[in-house]
């Protein structure tokens, strides 16, 4: 979720469970969604997309859930694995910056921890 | 392929000091960004260019400048630095129109003293 203050809102899993990250996006106008992993020590990577007129979308392991009724975006892990930890983002597409398609608004991020 | 390319990898400058990191991809992308990471805040959108020979500001451009004479070129200057402009950097870029989905470098930890 978002954070408030200097502190990472952590999630902790056993390695093999799922994981719920979420995320409350700001702009009801946005209609395209990203997901990001941050490693440590890396540039934040993609993971998945989806757009405004879905509500759900699923890659390898990782599913996307979108509610635009309460602004609430989630993403969730299967079977969580040790190479999972990491920070996760969530971005929402912003037209405030000249409207190009990348200009996109990141959330404060999640940590995972995934506990062997 | 390399893809982002950033440089330097880490830097201390003094208060004042002028500043370029350098950005450099392979991918043939029109749009390039740079953004800034700072603990509890994310990342921040500084400036962008969604075509060669064009910029605009994003959400925090000020102390900051950004050309785009190729595709391949994006660099970020700051004039004159100043403390609060210590954080981490990163130069993404993203085939624009295709998905929003931008391939990071690894980036540029600056520490301005």
């Known amino acids: 979720g978002e954070n408030v203050g200097l502190h990472l809102p952590t999630l902790s899993v056993q390695e093999g469970d799922n994981s719920i990250i979420n995320c409350a996006y700001s702009?009801?106008?946005?209609?395209?969604f990203i997901w990001y992993k941050q490693e440590s020590g890396k540039g934040p990577q993609f993971i998945i997309d989806i757009r405004s007129n879905m509500d759900k979308r699923q890659g390898q392991r990782v599913t996307v859930l979108l509610n635009k009724t309460v602004k609430h975006l989630s993403l969730q892990i299967a079977a969580t694995q040790p190479g999972d930890s990491a920070v996760y983002f969530c971005a929402e597409n912003s037209r405030d910056y000249g409207g190009s398609q990348g200009n996109l608004i990141f959330g404060k991020g999640t940590k995972l921890s995934v506990k062997p | 392929i390399a893809g982002i390319t950033q440089a330097p990898t880490s830097q201390i400058l003094a208060a004042g000091r002028r500043m370029t990191l350098r950005c450099t991809q392979d991918?043939?992308?029109?749009?390039m960004y740079w953004y800034r990471q700072d603990l509890g805040l994310g990342l921040r959108l500084i400036h962008y260019s969604n075509t060669a020979g064009t910029t605009g500001k994003g959400e925090v451009p000020d102390g900051y400048s950004v050309s785009r004479a190729n595709t391949d070129d994006f660099p970020l200057t700051l004039a004159s630095a100043v403390p609060s402009q210590t954080s981490v950097y990163f130069c993404?870029?993203?085939?624009?129109?295709?998905?929003?989905?931008?391939?990071f470098g690894e980036g540029s930890r600056l520490t301005v003293l």
């Open positions: 991918m043939r992308h029109n749009a």
């Open positions: 993404a870029s993203s085939a624009t129109g295709l998905t929003g989905e931008l391939f």
């Open positions: 702009n009801s106008a946005s209609d395209y």
